[in-house]
């Protein structure tokens, strides 16, 4: 007899959350597979940071960017854990470390030559059916900033490219333009 989707899926996060990553490596569950990856290296820490400070000063105080926490997709059951995602202050005080994916605001995924692929194909589409209103993208390598809008029935119905230099237009709540020029 063939296991639901949903058990099957209750089995994996079972399963990821027993699992002892060696250090310096995080689990997600992407598409139906543990994914035991490398944390980044210094030089995207670093854009990761830079990128924080710049969305820091176009928040209302009620949401907080964090780096490096856990998102469920209770649709799927996967686990994301992106580079940067803004949360609402209030659920970041509760003792948990699995966060529902549909209260990040914005999930924020930077390139790296071990997990490209996975963030330009497979963590669209992830975010999108966790109900993420907006996915921000950035590929350092070719420059390109790409910002996922408007999940529905699990894709984003708008998607807006710049290169770096150019300024990215973020919805309300953000009060303006995230200006790729001084993150670099």
Do not use: C
Not at 12 to 25: F, M, N, R, S
Request: charged share 20%; glycine share 8%.
């Amino acid at each position: 007899m063939a296991m639901p989707v949903s058990g099957l899926m209750q089995d994996l996060g079972t399963i990821a959350d027993h699992i002892e990553a060696p250090d310096g490596y995080r689990v997600e569950i992407i598409e139906g597979k543990i994914v035991v990856s490398p944390t980044p290296l210094g030089s995207h820490a670093l854009l990761a940071s830079r990128v924080q400070y710049a969305l820091r000063g176009l928040l209302p105080a009620e949401w907080e960017i964090v780096q490096y926490v856990t998102l469920a997709i209770p649709a799927t059951g996967e686990r994301y854990i992106p580079d940067l995602a803004v949360l609402p202050s209030s659920l970041l005080t509760e003792e948990i470390w699995k966060f529902p994916s549909q209260e990040a605001l914005l999930t924020v995924e930077i390139t790296s030559p071990s997990n490209a692929e996975t963030d330009r194909v497979k963590k669209p589409r992830g975010y999108a059916r966790g109900e993420v209103p907006a996915y921000l993208l950035i590929d350092p390598e070719n420059r390109r900033w790409t910002l996922f809008e408007e999940p529905e029935n699990g894709v984003y119905r708008k998607q807006m490219n710049v290169t770096t230099g150019d300024d990215l237009l973020l919805q309300d709540p953000f009060t303006g333009p995230l200006r790729t020029s001084v993150i670099g």
